[in-house]
């Protein structure tokens, strides 16, 4: 008999070990450390011994002098080599068409292949077992539920699709583990700005899911359809990758909606999501081992210190088995908030790109950061896209700025911002709503480019 993917998806069995809404509360969120840790020690185990008959892991780990045994458990996390896409793609083209990093062959049929965008060069190849592909969902379910997603929301997602894994990520967190409508909008590639207005205002979308420059977007093609958010479209709940955007102004374009932030990349699932305390994004340290490194030496560092997010899920033990991925995405660890009634670390949410990041005479600048600083401006519409340039000995940086009215003081009380905010003196061009459109491809990426490097 053939085994179909619900068969080793095994739902009923998956639940119990990875739970969302009230079982997740009341089992793995009230786990003491020394509990968690335990846990997390049996399913590293597992990781770990399905690493070692993958490939990469295989010679990556043995280049090192590793060998079968010498990871013993978590204490010998530091033993193990980080990798990060680059090595990925590496892999790829020595072993095209798929790499080596994975575990495709018999024993793990109804495999899911996506991909990244591709749009710095060849596209990576991600892959899901059945069993790894709904516990990331489930786990994204976990955020949804927590943050008040129920019976009877129609959950209007802007999540791209394609060969992308996010849309059809979202969709099955939303029909798989919740009870809500889903309405898979895309988007404004797949679906016109104007019609997914439209479509919130007919179908009366209670939620709104996807990165947080479109759905600042849709908020100001609402008003400019002389449609209210509040009023005319029943919003209540925002929750997507917000990052360092200002929630205050997303939920007050949206009607007084409550917005919440959730992390995670392709390759490993959500890693870490906000509740309703709004203290930090929950790290599901059931199912993830997360560290933060240090950019430059590659070192753990302890909590409170910001560095990149290195993530080891630990139900990864089928297709693709991920250990020590370093996402080059920064952020910050603290402890956990027992009031919440969660007892897991929280994380401080998207922090830049340590791989994007600018150094301006000495200082460090984040171009995904400087959204937060525009949004202090009420002239200013979000949008944005910086240039690095060469300019004899020093790099230069221009924010290219999207705003509703201009002028030379409206130049300088956005630089006065920037330089307060980021430490360091950046040029300011005005440029008229839409203008950066062209450059950051924010109609039609999930995540819109907001650095161009000139040199």
């Known amino acids: 008999m053939t085994s179909t993917y619900f068969q080793q998806a095994n739902p009923e069995q998956l639940l119990g070990q990875y739970p969302v809404g009230d079982a997740f509360l009341k089992g793995p969120a009230r786990l003491s450390r020394d509990e968690l840790r335990n846990l997390q020690e049996l399913r590293f185990s597992a990781v770990i011994a399905r690493a070692w008959e993958v490939p990469f892991y295989r010679r990556r780990w043995s280049s090192v002098g590793l060998q079968p045994g010498d990871i013993k458990g978590i204490d010998d996390l530091s033993k193990i080599p980080t990798f990060s896409k ?13 790499g080596d990093f994975h575990g495709l062959d018999d024993k793990y049929p109804n495999t899911v292949l996506h991909t990244t965008s591709g749009t710095t060069g060849i596209p990576q190849p991600l892959f899901f077992g059945p069993f790894d592909r709904e516990v990331q ?23 791209g699709y394609g060969m992308v894994n996010g849309g059809h990520y979202v969709r099955e967190a939303v029909t798989h583990f919740t009870d809500a409508m889903y309405v898979p909008a895309g988007t404004g590639r797949d679906t016109p700005t104007t019609q997914q207005i439209e479509m919130m205002h007919r179908y009366g979308a209670t939620a709104i899911l996807g990165f947080a420059d479109y759905i600042k977007r849709l908020a100001d093609a609402a008003h400019e359809a002389g449609i209210k ?37 392709g390759d490993t699932g959500i890693i870490a999501g906000e509740g309703p305390s709004h203290q930090g994004l929950h790290v599901w340290e059931d199912a993830h081992i997360v560290e933060i490194l240090d950019p430059e030496s590659g070192e753990s560092l302890p ?23 370093d996402t080059k995405d920064v952020s910050t660890l603290k402890g956990p908030a027992p009031e919440t009634g969660i007892n897991f670390k ?9 791989d994007n990041m600018v150094k301006l005479r000495g200082i460090n600048v984040y171009p995904t950061a400087i959204g937060t600083l525009l949004d202090q401006h009420e002239a200013t519409t979000g949008e944005y896209v910086c240039r690095l340039t060469r300019e004899g000995s020093r790099d230069e940086l221009t924010v290219i700025v999207e705003a509703r009215e201009k002028g030379q003081s409206l130049n300088q009380e956005i630089e006065d911002i920037l330089k ?21 491809q924010v109609e039609s990426r999930q ?3 907001r650095l161009i490097d000139l040199r």
């Open 420 to 440: 307060k905010g980021l430490g360091v003196s950046v040029k300011v061009e005005v440029v008229s709503p839409g203008d950066t459109a062209s450059e950051t």
């Open 137 to 159: 969902n489930a786990l994204l379910a976990r955020a949804y539920i927590l943050q008040g997603m129920r019976r009877g929301d129609v959950a209007h997602s802007v999540y």
């Open 447 to 449: 995540k819109p480019i």
């Open 303 to 325: 909590d409170g210190h910001a560095g990149n997010i290195c993530a080891t899920p630990l139900f990864k033990t089928g297709i693709y088995p991920i250990v020590r991925f």
């Open 86 to 98: 680059a090595d990925l793609m590496e892999s790829v083209e020595a072993y095209p068409p798929f």
């Open 346 to 354: 929280l994380m401080m949410g998207f922090q830049g790109r340590s």
């Open 229 to 265: 958010p509040g009023r005319d479209i029943p919003l209540r709940m925002i929750s997507g990758h917000i990052g360092q955007e200002d929630k205050a102004a997303i939920s007050e374009a949206w009607g007084g909606a409550e917005v919440y932030d959730w992390y995670g990349v």
